[in-house]
């Protein structure tokens, strides 16, 4: 009897009609589904916060949020006769991550090569030599990690950056955790003015909401973003110079100018065929890959050479021309790829339920967008940027160009907040651990606030 009355109850729960119809969605915000869907996506979030603690990838639990809220998603439409707006839908999100899958891949695939001939590695021992004072140090590798991110990323640039400051500055705790936080701001506000800086930014210019061009807009309000925490944070570096041993060592192998080119190359097509073609940038990044393919088949046919003139084995590690581009597409952020792809998934489900568009008409139509777009910088801080700008660009909310560059800023340098608000500040928690920590750059946000309102101020000020 008790299996009887359960099976009738979980019958007519699974056969709720809760949803209001549409021409082609389900409102299904006050339905079970919803509310799944919501707890599924918050427990796969949780996951991705620990996963310093766990030791869990964060991509894994996001692909399983994703695939579970979808098939939700598919049964719920399926009973309503509407499976092929699942469809529609489904392969909707999936173009929005493959173009930004094989942009990011492409200029992983870039950076993997600049790292392996040693075109970084150089720009440090450059900077080791220099002989810099404390706090020249601090200025030089924050200015480098403003005017680098826009084209390297912020993540790669305050890594490199990061390597610097604790090759020169060994022993030296108190001063590697204050130009860690120093470089973490510089590339998070230098990513904020170009479509290449931040994973945002790039959303954002491949929805077309904004021109190449708009970002240079946001170019003050970012860079005073970084100078008023820097010209405070200054003050906390002793004085004096690192101990560092000179090396006159060259480390950049054969062909790193010219990999450096090709990248510039590569962004310049991008730009230029989505500017006067209308193509979408992915298809620039493409073409520009195939830049880097004939180069590596040409370092190839140069190493053959070397290897018959040396006798030396193939592959060897003396081989200043041993170059493979599939091993550098290989060592691509796979995990973080995947990641983008379960965020991706899972909000633009949210947002067909309809939790998208009740959170724009609260944010925007009772806040106004101003105040909702510095709420979006707050909250990149604590939930990471990615998935609160994909939200945004879902609810396309109506507003004016300008505030659709302010959202793009706050979203950008929001996360410098904490440590934990953007990839830069995480990657370097790892790098530099133990002296660059949580708290050790929580003691420099109220600093950083301060460079967040001042370049919110910056913005409305200048471009309206």
């Known amino acids: 009897m008790l299996m009887k009355y359960l099976s009738l109850v979980l ?59 979808w098939i939700l998603l598919a049964y719920v439409y399926k009973n309503a006769d509407k499976s092929e707006h699942i469809e529609d839908a489904i392969r909707h999100n999936f173009l929005e991550y493959t173009e930004l899958f094989f942009f990011l891949l492409v200029a992983m695939t870039y950076i993997n090569a600049m790292l392996e001939r040693g075109v970084f590695a150089q720009l440090r021992n450059w900077l080791i030599n220099k002989g810099y004072s404390y706090r020249s140090l601090f200025w030089v590798t924050g200015i480098l990690s403003f005017f680098i991110s826009p084209i390297a990323d912020n993540l790669t640039t305050a890594l490199i950056m ?29 990513g904020a003015f170009s479509p ?51 090396t006159s060592e060259k480390v950049m192998k054969f062909g790193g100018s010219t990999t450096v080119l090709l990248f ?11 500017s006067y073609l209308h193509i979408p940038p992915v298809f620039g990044m493409m073409l520009g890959l195939g830049y880097l393919k004939l180069y590596s088949f040409y370092l190839i046919r140069k190493s053959n050479q070397w290897t018959l003139q040396t006798e030396n084995p193939p592959g060897s590690e003396d081989d200043p021309y041993n170059f493979d581009v599939f091993d550098k597409i290989a060592q691509s952020e796979w995990d973080t790829l995947f990641f983008f792809y379960g965020i991706i998934l899972a909000v633009g489900g949210l947002g ?12 925007y139509g009772e806040l106004g967008a101003t105040q909702a777009n510095i709420l979006v910088g707050i909250l990149s801080a604590i939930v990471d940027n ?16 300008s505030q659709w560059q302010l959202v793009t800023l706050t979203a950008g340098v929001g996360g410098s907040l904490l440590s934990i608000g953007s990839a830069a500040g995480v990657a370097l928690m790892g790098q530099a651990r133990g002296q ?16 967040y309102g001042a370049s919110i101020y910056c913005h409305l000020l200048i471009n309206g």
């Open 11 to 69: 019958m007519l729960f699974f056969s709720w009609p809760l949803f209001a119809q549409t021409h082609e969605t389900l409102d299904l915000t006050q339905s079970w589904v919803g509310y799944t869907a919501l707890g599924i996506f918050t427990c796969a979030y949780v996951f991705v916060i620990l996963e310093e603690k766990l030791g869990l990838r964060k991509s894994k639990p996001v692909l399983i949020a994703a695939g579970l809220i």
């Open 162 to 190: 990061c390597a610097v400051v604790m090759a020169v500055g060994e022993g030296h705790s108190k001063f590697i955790g204050v130009a860690c936080v120093n470089i973490v701001v510089a590339a998070n506000a230098g």
């Open 196 to 246: 290449f800086g931040d994973i945002t930014t790039l959303m954002v210019w491949q929805k077309g909401v904004i021109a190449f061009t708009g970002f240079f807009d946001l170019f003050i309000p970012s860079l005073v973003n970084y100078l008023v925490p820097a010209f405070i944070m200054q003050f906390a570096i002793a004085k004096g110079c690192p101990m560092s041993s000179v």
């Open 264 to 274: 510039l190359l590569t962004i310049l097509t991008a730009i230029c065929l989505h």
């Open 352 to 363: 067909l339920i309809g939790y998208l568009s009740l959170t724009s008409t609260f944010l």
């Open 386 to 401: 990615i998935p609160v700008m994909f939200a945004v660009l879902t609810m396309a909310p109506d507003m004016s160009y």
């Open 436 to 451: 660059y920590t949580f708290y050790s750059h929580l003691k420099w946000t109220p600093v950083i606030a301060l460079g």
